[in-house]
């Protein structure tokens, strides 16, 4: 059960996740699922990032979407359960960071859809049976945040 | 049409899939589709484009970016992706195996909607989940427009596993192989040669063909086996024949070139093909092009590239005996072998005429890339 006051914060020790382009993308290494979530789904992962709670996440997606904020309280306490249950986050250790700036809102995310989160569970098994060749693992790889 | 041909692995990399899809992408493009090959860039010595007689290749390090473990590097080449779909104004994705590159088709999806024509060669593409649909096989098979089967056998195991789902959107499109270039000549009668043709690996069974020749060799002691092919069992492959015996008449010949396996094909009395897998089985379909009887095993595919009885000799897997009973038959019974070559000849050329291939996958196209225009313009209007 979340309870809507509860703070969360990704499980680094399991997960390597970022917000890119307003898309979370989200590994679990321990067996190399991959997740993503656009739209709603990146605004709620950025704001877990920031250890917020659940109803500060509702608050938030309400702001930023056309969409109340019952439903949207109860689509982001429903996404934290499915997110506990795969393991991507944990119960925040600590106090949150200041809110750099509040969400602003109409802020043109466009039509609001309930979060959802894209898994890949076959991920892992489908990169063991080709895995890369030697050599291409040092490539460095840049942030592509400012591409179009 | 402007077409993006997706595959995991590509030139210089050898295998039944690499050659097929160069030839198809070729053939394509003759008929006037705009084709380019994307795939995974495994070697950091080869350029990220590239053309290779002809046809347009990129590489992009799919799976440095997923084996990373890196979000951004993920969504690096994602962007590259959806920049390559965008710069190329692709109609339509031809996606060929399910693999875990797959995922910077779909994940690119938004930036630039192409429809996806996907082609199941079998193998180990189809790992079975129990109903799970969270896998990104099942998306891929939830968005692709149409599924194209190497085989009956391929499409029997994607519809068990995927229900209707793909039982309502696929078809059998068989991987046809041009005719050689070459005549077929007499088969040698007196001094044997047996022929195994394919990726060294435990799948294709040539350690069962290695203990069938030895059983053969003790009565035809002029017989020959070339195992041509490399990977990673040729040491063990290499020291079993040692070990049987058999060495010293036992031709390890290494890679073949996809053009010259039709000449050593000619040199071949029988062909072999022991695999444990095997969606399909085109060495048996060349074989009978040059009108090479063929001893193949009954898993999956082989069976629709081998007529038991009248193309050649159907075993079970994995039977070292009945595989070296069936390669008897054929060394007693001259007459028989030779009738079941020329009927391997009209076999492979009905079935498997690669003209018919690319006759079936431009009508794919077309109709696939018409739907969707279809779709769109419905949308469209239905929007208005």
């Known amino acids: 059960m979340i309870e809507p006051d509860g703070r969360w914060?990704?499980?680094?020790?399991?997960?390597?996740?970022?917000?890119?382009?307003?898309?979370?993308?989200?590994?679990?290494?321990?067996?190399?699922?991959?997740?993503?979530?656009?739209?709603?789904?990146?605004?709620?992962?950025?704001?877990?990032?920031?250890?917020?709670?659940?109803?500060?996440?509702?608050?938030?997606?309400?702001?930023?979407?056309?969409?109340?904020?019952?439903?949207?309280?109860?689509?982001?306490?429903?996404?934290?359960?499915?997110?506990?249950?795969e393991r991507l986050i944990v119960a925040a250790s600590d106090a949150p960071p200041p809110i750099a700036s509040p969400p602003s809102p109409a802020s043109g995310q466009g039509v609001y859809a309930p979060p959802r989160l894209n898994i890949y569970r076959d991920m892992g098994e489908l990169l063991a049976l080709d895995p890369p060749a030697p050599g291409l693992m040092d490539i460095t790889w840049t942030d592509s945040t400012n591409k179009s | 049409m402007r077409v993006l041909m997706w595959t995991e692995s590509f030139r210089p990399a050898i295998g039944g899939v690499e050659v097929f899809v160069?030839?198809?992408?070729?053939?394509?493009?003759?008929?006037?589709?705009?084709?380019?090959?994307?795939t995974n860039h495994r070697d950091p010595g080869l350029p990220d484009e590239d053309e290779l007689d002809g046809v347009p290749v990129v590489r992009v390090p799919f799976y440095a970016a997923l084996a990373s473990g890196r979000p951004e590097a993920i969504a690096h080449v994602r962007h590259q992706v959806a920049d390559l779909k965008r710069r190329l104004r692709i109609d339509l994705v031809h996606v060929h195996t399910m693999s875990a590159s797959v995922l910077f088709h779909l994940e690119s999806a938004r930036a630039w909607p192409a429809p996806a024509l996907l082609t199941m060669h079998g193998g180990p593409e189809l790992p079975h989940r129990g109903g799970e649909t969270a896998t990104l096989a099942h998306r891929l098979f939830e968005r692709a427009a149409w599924i194209c089967c190497c085989s009956r056998a391929v499409r029997a195991q994607l519809v068990a596993a995927e229900g209707p789902l793909a039982r309502d959107r696929s078809s059998v499109v068989y991987c046809g192989i041009k005719e050689p270039a070459i005549a077929p000549v007499?088969?040698?009668?007196?001094?044997?040669?047996?022929?195994?043709?394919?990726?060294?690996?435990?799948?294709?069974?040539?350690?069962?063909?290695?203990?069938?020749?030895?059983?053969?060799?003790?009565?035809?002691?002029?017989?020959?086996?070339?195992?041509?092919?490399?990977?990673?069992?040729?040491?063990?492959?290499?020291?079993?024949?040692?070990?049987?015996?058999?060495?010293?008449?036992?031709?390890?010949?290494?890679?073949?070139?996809?053009?010259?396996?039709?000449?050593?094909?000619?040199?071949?009395?029988?062909?072999?093909?022991?695999?444990?897998?095997?969606?399909?089985?085109?060495?048996?379909?060349?074989?009978?092009?040059?009108?090479?009887?063929?001893?193949?095993?009954?898993?999956?595919?082989?069976?629709?590239?081998?007529?038991?009885?009248?193309?050649?000799?159907?075993?079970?897997?994995d039977d070292s005996a009945v595989l070296a009973d069936a390669?008897?038959?054929?060394?007693?019974?001259?007459?028989?072998?030779?009738?079941?070559?020329?009927?391997?000849?009209?076999?492979?050329?009905?079935?498997?005429?690669?003209?018919?291939?690319?006759?079936?996958?431009?009508?794919?196209?077309?109709?696939?890339?018409?739907e969707t225009a279809h779709d769109r313009t419905g949308r469209t209007l239905a929007a208005e």
């Open chain 2, 22 to 38: 160069e030839c198809l992408a070729r053939s394509l493009r003759e008929r006037g589709h705009d084709v380019t090959v994307v």
């Open chain 2, 186 to 317: 007499p088969r040698p009668i007196a001094q044997p040669r047996l022929l195994c043709l394919g990726r060294l690996v435990d799948l294709k069974g040539f350690d069962v063909a290695l203990a069938a020749f030895a059983r053969v060799g003790a009565r035809w002691p002029a017989a020959r086996l070339i195992v041509a092919g490399d990977g990673p069992a040729r040491r063990q492959l290499e020291a079993q024949a040692v070990a049987l015996g058999v060495s010293g008449a036992v031709d390890f010949v290494g890679w073949v070139e996809a053009g010259k396996t039709a000449a050593l094909i000619n040199t071949a009395t029988a062909v072999i093909v022991p695999s444990r897998r095997e969606s399909l089985g085109l060495v048996a379909v060349e074989a009978g092009l040059l009108e090479r009887p063929v001893v193949a095993t009954s898993v999956e595919g082989l069976p629709e590239a081998v007529e038991h009885g009248v193309t050649g000799l159907l075993v079970a897997p």
């Open chain 2, 327 to 370: 390669i008897g038959v054929l060394l007693e019974r001259p007459d028989m072998a030779d009738a079941m070559g020329r009927a391997g000849r009209r076999h492979a050329r009905a079935r498997f005429s690669w003209t018919r291939t690319v006759d079936e996958y431009d009508a794919r196209y077309r109709q696939v890339t018409e």
């Open chain 1, 9 to 85: 914060q990704p499980n680094d020790r399991e997960v390597s996740s970022k917000v890119i382009d307003g898309e979370a993308i989200i590994i679990r290494l321990s067996d190399g699922i991959y997740y993503s979530m656009d739209k709603a789904g990146g605004v709620v992962w950025g704001m877990i990032e920031e250890r917020r709670s659940g109803d500060e996440i509702a608050a938030a997606v309400a702001v930023q979407y056309d969409v109340s904020p019952d439903q949207a309280r109860d689509d982001v306490l429903r996404l934290l359960q499915e997110l506990v249950n």
